[in-house]
């Protein structure tokens, strides 16, 4: 409720580090310079989400035991027998709970989706490592072709003279 937070990131932010998940094979050495800021900052979102969603489960549990000791404070009143099951279906029913476990099932979610993105930057590093590898193989095989080429114009050259 008075919970201030300074997290750094939002839906589009999310949203923005998603779309950079895309490897432009055209653009390697771009995608190669700016994957360890972005996986950055998608663990930092991560990190920021799950601090959110600690904080409402939290919440929750606060609310949970407000709820609990009114409902039993009036069963006593009202001469009910308490039994745990009777007071956990009235905490289920009571407005406060539910709007605290439905920011709490938010948060989780959100925390969610930001691990998921954090693990794909961390899959997309090594997917980078191994198309650099590949692209630096082709160079190379192109150069050793060329002076292979190279060699046998020269020994034909050479049987010509």
């Not at 609990?68 to 009571?94: F, Y």
Request: glycine share 4%.
């Amino acid at each position: 409720k008075g919970y201030k937070t300074d997290m750094k990131y939002d839906n589009s932010d999310y949203i923005e580090l998603r779309k950079g998940l895309k490897i432009d094979p055209d653009d390697l050495d771009l995608d190669i310079i700016t994957q360890a800021q972005q996986a950055y900052h998608a663990g930092e979102g991560f990190a920021l989400a799950v601090s959110i969603r600690d904080k409402k489960k939290f919440d929750l549990k606060v609310e949970e035991a407000k709820v609990s000791k009114d409902i039993r404070e009036q069963m006593s009143a009202d001469g009910e027998r308490i039994t745990e099951a009777l007071v956990d279906a009235s905490i289920q029913r009571e407005q406060y709970y539910q709007w605290a476990y439905i920011a709490f099932l938010d948060a989780n979610k959100t925390a969610d989706e930001w691990q998921a993105l954090r693990e794909a930057y961390r899959d997309r590093r090594d997917m980078l490592k191994e198309l650099n590898a590949r692209q630096r193989s082709r160079m190379y095989d192109d150069v050793a072709d060329a002076s292979e080429r190279k060699e046998a114009r020269e020994r034909f050259d050479r049987k010509r003279v």
